[in-house]
Structure formats: structure tokens, C-alpha cells
T-cell receptor, first 114, second 110 residues
């Protein structure tokens, strides 16, 4: 069974379109994240949610809107896509504790904006 | 600027050799973690070292942490072609998410 699954794996779309990436974890974790990995492999936190509550919202354009219907799901909706949004987006989860422990990552969703 | 920066950016060695990667960070940490990413895949956790620990081992992996120098190293002994991947350090600074660097790309030649 896949612990953290995200769909779609590949997404090719035109500038200006709206798209969503879905993520689900079956680990029973409290916290979920979205990370963006750019072409230089740098991985940057975008959002984190704990029990459906937004904890971290980095300086991400408000075209990006995360939605957590329950603690096992964290979806990412992107409006008015721009060329610079092209990247690999990773969902991850962890068990909340006094410190941030091991993150479990999905396989990534490669977004290409043309 | 990045919290974690790995050095070198790329490393090419022969099978059987040891590979050493370094990570420097800027602010105080609760723990430091190393992850591996195979091409086109997600990151996989390798090892976690807490701020009060100095060294940790897991199989062929050895991690050291020097909080006075704000640095860590990952040593992979007796490397194999299957170890070819990118390796990332990540720091927990208490902000409830890990901060990653840009990784070291390791190529192990058979």
C-alpha cells in the first residue's frame, strides 16, 4: 500500500489555466505538507497543515490555495498558472510531536506550464 | 539564503569507495535529517540525528553533527551503484516543517 499518494504524476497545461493536485496519506499522521522542487533540485516548503489547520504558509502567491478536507488529505489548487510554476510538487506527511520527525513523501507531481 | 547547504553539489566515485557529503546550516536546530532521492522519485528518509547527539550509524551510513560549527556529514561506506541518487540534509528549526538544501548528486560508477 502506498503511504503517501499524489495525483496526477504528470501535468502539462497552458498558462492561465487552473489545475489541482491531490494528496492522500494512509499513515494516520497529523501533519501534511506541500513542497516545491525547482529545476535546481532545491526543495522549498509551501504549506503545512496540522489536523486540517493551516500552520505554515510561506511566501506563496495567493494563486496557490491548499485545501484539507480531513487530516488524511491535502490538495493543492493553482489558479492562473504561470511559466514559473513549472516544478515538481511533493506532498509529505509526518506525525506531530515536540519536534518535526521523519517526513514521508509522495512520488511527486511534475507540473509543466507552456 | 538557504538554511541547509550541501557540499559538494556533485560527487562521482567508484563502487566500493566511501562517499562523504557535508551540510552546513545557519540557525539552531532540534534535529537534522538526511534524505535520499532517486531520479524521478520522492524523497526517502535515511537517518535523523538530534541536536544533543554527535554521531549516529545505520547500516553503511554514518552521520555526524557538530552544532558548534553548524555542520553535519553523511558518510556512505563501501558504496554501490544502487547508491546513485541525490542526498539532502534537512533541518528542524522548530517552525514545524523541515528546511531542505539543494542536495548532493552522487554518482557511483560500477
Amino acid at each position: 500500500d502506498t503511504a503517501v499518494s499524489q495525483t496526477p504524476k504528470y501535468l502539462v497545461t497552458q498558462m492561465g489555466n487552473d489545475k489541482s493536485i491531490k494528496c492522500e496519506q494512509n499513515l494516520g499522521h497529523d501533519t501534511m505538507y506541500w513542497y516545491k522542487q525547482d529545476s535546481k533540485k532545491f526543495l522549498k516548503i509551501m504549506f503545512s497543515y496540522n489536523n486540517k489547520e493551516l500552520i505554515i504558509n510561506e511566501t506563496v502567491p495567493n494563486r496557490f490555495s491548499p485545501k484539507s478536507p480531513d487530516k488524511a488529505h491535502l490538495n493543492l489548487h493553482i489558479n492562473s498558472l504561470e511559466l514559473g510554476d513549472s516544478a515538481v510538487y511533493f506532498c509529505a506527511s509526518s506525525q506531530e510531536g515536540q519536534s518535526t520527525g521523519e517526513l514521508f513523501f509522495g512520488e511527486g507531481s511534475r507540473l509543466t506550464v507552456l | 539564503s538557504q538554511q541547509g547547504e550541501e557540499d559538494p553539489q556533485a560527487l562521482s566515485i567508484q563502487e566500493g569507495e566511501n562517499a562523504t557529503m557535508n551540510c552546513s546550516y545557519k540557525t539552531s536546530i532540534n534535529n537534522l535529517q538526511w534524505y535520499r532521492q532517486n531520479s524521478g522519485r520522492g524523497l526517502v528518509h535515511l537517518i535523523l540525528i538530534r541536536s544533543n547527539e554527535r554521531e549516529k550509524h545505520s547500516g553503511r551510513l554514518r552521520v555526524t553533527l557538530d552544532t558548534s560549527k553548524k555542520s553535519s556529514s553523511l558518510l556512505i561506506t563501501a558504496s554501490r551503484a544502487a547508491d546513485t541518487a541525490s542526498y539532502f540534509c534537512a533541518t528542524d528549526t522548530g517552525r514545524r516543517a523541515l528546511t531542505f538544501g539543494s542536495g548532493t548528486r552522487l554518482q557511483v560508477q560500477p
